[in-house]
């Protein structure tokens, strides 16, 4: 019904930048929120940032959130009337290595941070940063 493709992940030094792209095709709502979240190996899953539309392609001004072992790094931005939406990774830390996977959900404010809350799920996409 609705898919999300990860790309972009790969092996970075410390310090170095990575940019995530997800790319939905299929039925979309035209209100809707897309997250980026990432998985260690034994460690849950973590929020890094989410993005909230409303209609005519445009997302509120409080749309963008950002975890906070993310704030001032990471970037989430869109284009292409929500066809992707991209993660930029800058100064990144060794604590940054996971499984970054994108997700789409309601378009709802108090649980755009929650992973639960998230109906469709890419395959997620590998970082990992050396020191």
């Known amino acids: 019904q609705v898919q999300l493709v990860e790309s972009g992940g790969g092996l970075v030094q410390a310090g170095g930048s990575l940019r995530l792209s997800c790319a939905a095709s299929?039925?979309?709502?035209?209100?809707?929120?897309m997250g980026w979240f990432r998985q260690a190996p034994g460690k849950e899953r973590e929020f890094v940032g989410a993005?909230?539309?409303?209609?005519?392609?445009?997302?509120?001004?409080?749309?963008?959130k950002y975890g906070d072992s993310v704030k001032g790094r990471f970037t989430i931005s869109a284009m292409n009337a929500k066809n992707t939406v991209y993660l930029q990774m800058n100064e990144l830390k060794p604590e940054d290595t996971a499984v970054y996977y994108c997700?789409?959900?309601?378009?709802?404010?108090?649980?755009?941070?929650?992973?639960?809350?998230?109906?469709?799920w890419g395959l997620g996409t590998q970082v990992t940063v050396s020191s």
């Open positions: 997700a789409l959900g309601p378009n709802s404010l108090p649980t755009v941070t929650l992973w639960e809350a998230y109906d469709y």
């Open positions: 299929g039925r979309t709502f035209s209100a809707y929120a």
């Open positions: 993005i909230r539309w409303s209609g005519d392609n445009k997302y509120y001004e409080d749309s963008v």
